[in-house]
Every structure is written in structure tokens, then in C-alpha cells.
């Protein structure tokens, strides 16, 4: 355990030393603020739109959309570049356990996604600390919170399964982020298309990766659908697991290979 936890902190001390995942954090950490400051141009009348908005659903519609984006980065940056590069090969060849090295890249994500939320819950209460309409609805906006949390780690189990079955990193990237942009872009469209005709598209759809984020049927709200933390970690774990096998089946390649 001991060892887990010292190669977490030296994956976070490799990670804040690359220049793109820095940036990356900061576009991330952009974009809630931005999405914070639009609200925040609505409710105090400087754009007439549609009326006041409450901070922290938006706070969390704008952290759930950037989310499955970065869980997919950071399974690329953390897994796929070592395993593409040879350092997985090297501490596996030094007596570290496959399994604690997978571990522990894991948490070093957890921890990063978990800071990612708790960063945009402190400046969705910042935001609503100096402004007229305060905390309105944030009971709703802290369970979209935590069903973002809990969707981050679907995709980065996605993720970190991809990482490991081709050990590449534009695999991992390509295929995730293109999985995300088809699922958003032909879902609505299927959907819509079913509805025209009569088919019940939206019952299939439903079980897929872009249906359970949403809660299945429609349902975004975490504590308003029991059932779907369940489903959200059964699928978490199934891609686990077929990262566990493929990292203990493949052979891992060296640096240059």
C-alpha cells in the first residue's frame, strides 16, 4: 500500500512537470470560470437573456461536459505515454507489482478529477457568495456535481482500458474523445429519428456510455435515480478489469519499440 501511494505522488510530480497537461488544467479551470462569468453577466442584468441562473448547476454543466475529455487525457498521459515509452516496462522489471503500478497511476487520476470538481464547487460558492441570487439551486446543482464526478470516472476507466490494449497514446485519444463527439453528435440525431418513425431507439441507447452518464432515460440528477450509481460502477469496473487483463496478458513495450 505504502508503495502505491509513493508512485501516486510521483506520477502527480511527473505530471505537473509536462507543459501540456499544465495547460490543459488551466483550459479546464477556463472554462468553469468562464461558464461562472457568463452567469454571473446574466444575473446581474449586464446581458437580457433568460433571467437569473444558480451558479453551481452551471458550475457543473460546464465541469460534466470538460470532464469525460479529461478523464481520456489524463488515461493518455498517465498511462498510455508510459506504457507507449517503457517506464511500465522498467518498474515491472524492477519487481513493482503490475497491479500496484496500475493502481496507483489510477488514484494519481482520482485525486486530479476530484480536485478538478472540488475546485469548480469552491468557485461556484465564491461566485454565488457575492452575488444577488446567492445559492439558488444548489441542492440540484451538487448532485449534477457528483453525477459529473461519478461519470469522470466511467470515462477514465474507458480510458485506461484503451490505454492498455493498444499502449498508445494517440489510440487512447483518438478513439476516446472520437467515442465521445459520435455518441453526442448521432445519439440526438438516432434519437430524434426514432421518435419520427416510432422506433424505441432511446430504450438501447440508454445502456451505452453517453445513456448512463446521463443518467439512463434522461436522468441527470444523482440522488433522484438510486439505480444508476450501481450501473455507473458496474461499467467503471468491467473496464477496469479488462485493463487488469490486458496489462497482465500483453507484453509491455520498451522504450522505442
Known amino acids: 500500500m505504502t508503495g502505491m501511494f509513493t508512485l501516486a505522488q510521483w506520477e502527480w510530480?511527473?505530471?505537473?512537470?509536462?507543459?501540456s497537461a499544465l495547460v490543459l488544467l488551466a483550459l479546464v479551470a477556463f472554462i468553469v470560470l468562464a461558464a461562472l462569468g457568463v452567469a454571473a453577466a446574466l444575473n446581474e442584468g449586464w446581458v437580457d437573456f433568460f433571467g437569473e441562473v444558480g451558479y453551481?448547476?452551471?458550475?457543473?454543466?460546464?465541469?460534466?461536459?470538460?470532464?469525460?475529455?479529461?478523464?481520456?487525457?489524463?488515461?493518455?498521459?498517465?498511462?498510455?505515454?508510459?506504457?507507449?515509452?517503457?517506464?511500465?516496462?522498467?518498474?515491472?522489471?524492477?519487481?513493482?507489482?503490475?497491479?500496484v503500478i496500475l493502481c496507483s497511476k489510477a488514484l494519481a487520476c482520482v485525486v486530479l478529477l476530484v480536485a478538478l470538481h472540488i475546485f469548480a464547487l469552491g468557485a461556484a460558492t465564491l461566485f454565488a457568495l457575492v452575488s444577488n441570487p446567492g445559492f439558488l439551486e444548489w441542492r440540484d446543482g451538487l448532485e449534477s456535481m457528483g453525477a459529473s464526478l461519478l461519470n469522470s470516472f466511467l470515462y477514465l476507466s474507458?480510458?485506461?482500458?484503451?490505454?492498455?490494449?493498444?499502449?498508445?497514446?494517440?489510440?487512447?485519444?483518438?478513439?476516446?474523445?472520437?467515442?465521445?463527439?459520435?455518441?453526442?453528435?448521432?445519439?440526438?440525431?438516432?434519437?430524434?429519428?426514432?421518435?419520427?418513425?416510432?422506433?424505441?431507439?432511446?430504450?438501447f441507447t440508454a445502456w451505452t456510455l453517453r445513456g448512463v452518464t446521463l443518467g439512463l432515460q434522461g436522468e441527470s440528477h444523482l440522488f433522484g435515480a438510486a439505480w444508476y450509481i450501481p450501473i455507473v460502477a458496474a461499467y467503471s469496473c468491467g473496464?477496469?478489469?479488462l485493463a487488469v487483463l490486458a496489462f497482465n496478458k500483453f507484453d509491455l513495450k520498451a522504450g522505442g519499440d
Not at 454543466?61 to 470532464?67: K, L, M, P
Not at 485506461?160 to 483518438?174: E, M, Y
Not at 459520435?182 to 421518435?195: D, I, N, R, S, T
Open 13 to 19: 510530480f511527473r505530471f505537473r512537470r509536462r507543459i
Open 56 to 99: 453551481f448547476p452551471v458550475a457543473a454543466g460546464a465541469v460534466g461536459a470538460v470532464s469525460p475529455f479529461l478523464a481520456i487525457v489524463l488515461a493518455a498521459f498517465i498511462y498510455a505515454m508510459d506504457l507507449q515509452g517503457g517506464s511500465c516496462r522498467t518498474l515491472a522489471a524492477r519487481g513493482t507489482s503490475r497491479l
Open 158 to 203: 474507458l480510458g485506461i482500458a484503451l490505454a492498455h490494449w493498444r499502449q498508445s497514446v494517440a489510440f487512447t485519444v483518438g478513439i476516446g474523445i472520437g467515442l465521445i463527439f459520435f455518441e453526442a453528435v448521432f445519439y440526438p440525431l438516432a434519437e430524434g429519428l426514432g421518435q419520427i418513425q416510432g422506433w424505441p431507439i432511446r430504450e
Open 239 to 241: 473496464l477496469a478489469c
